[in-house]
């Protein structure tokens, strides 16, 4: 079965990283995942939260942002604080990147990660955890050079990917339309060791079988398979 773009279910959109798109961030990174766009960017700075100072440890946040026209009408900005669905997604992309490192070992730091949406044609969220894992190991690594930090304190890979169910068939990397018109919807973080950080799947009218829920998990751990494989070609020589 061909999709829309004419994608087979089990492909990827195109997907591409472009690194260091902004010049005073410790660590940034363009994801591109078809017409899925987010710059991925992260700051370093000394010192932690009131309830983590003297814990000796660091903290590792992050903030999303949907830019007034990533969409096909204009999306207001939230200048009266985040809504519950960007608090939401912001949540998941900091419990995902901390899943990465060792909170110990970067000492009493906070990094923040901000992920900003140019274009949105759907996984958003996922393609943001993707793209910023990269944008903080070229962060930990400027620190390592620096002699900020002795050793690197990531302890491994991030990666995620949005699957689902369309018309009973299982897809991989949902644009809008079939996100839109998913049975079922699941977003996928998992580490590079195999292990899962976030599993998000819910359905829509209809319930789902445990086995539709294996078949999705093995098509995202493909994918994840894939993007990994991309996030180390564009980390190998840093």
């Not at 958003?124 to 930090?149: D, K």
Request: with cysteine; hydrophobic share 40%; charged share 20%.
């Amino acid at each position: 079965m061909q999709r829309i773009d004419g994608r087979r279910p089990n492909q990827l959109r195109p997907v591409e990283l472009i690194l260091d798109v902004q010049r005073y961030a410790e660590g940034s990174v363009l994801i591109k995942m078809g017409n899925t766009h987010v710059v991925c960017s992260v700051s370093v700075e000394n010192g932690v939260p009131g309830w983590l100072k003297g814990k000796s440890q660091g903290w590792l946040t992050a903030e999303y942002s949907l830019l007034p026209r990533a969409t096909h009408t204009r999306t207001r900005r939230e200048r009266n604080g985040a809504s519950g669905r960007t608090q939401e997604i912001q949540r998941l992309i900091g419990r995902s990147l901390r899943a990465a490192v060792d909170l110990k070992a970067l000492g009493e730091r906070t990094i923040t990660v901000d992920c900003d949406v140019l274009q949105a044609d759907g996984g958003t969220r996922t393609a943001a955890i993707t793209g910023s894992y990269v944008a903080l190991e070229r962060a930990i690594a400027a620190l390592v050079r620096g002699g900020t930090l002795a050793t690197s304190p990531i302890i491994t890979q991030i990666a995620a990917i949005s699957v689902g169910l369309v018309g009973g068939v299982a897809m991989l990397d949902l644009a809008y339309t079939e996100d839109s018109a998913a049975d079922v919807d699941c977003n996928v973080v998992r580490t590079g060791g195999g292990a899962f950080v976030e599993i998000q799947s819910t359905a829509e009218g209809v319930s789902f079988s445990r086995s539709e829920l294996n078949q999705l998990l093995d098509m995202a751990e493909l994918g994840i398979d894939q993007l990994m494989r991309l996030q180390h070609q564009h980390l190998q020589h840093i």
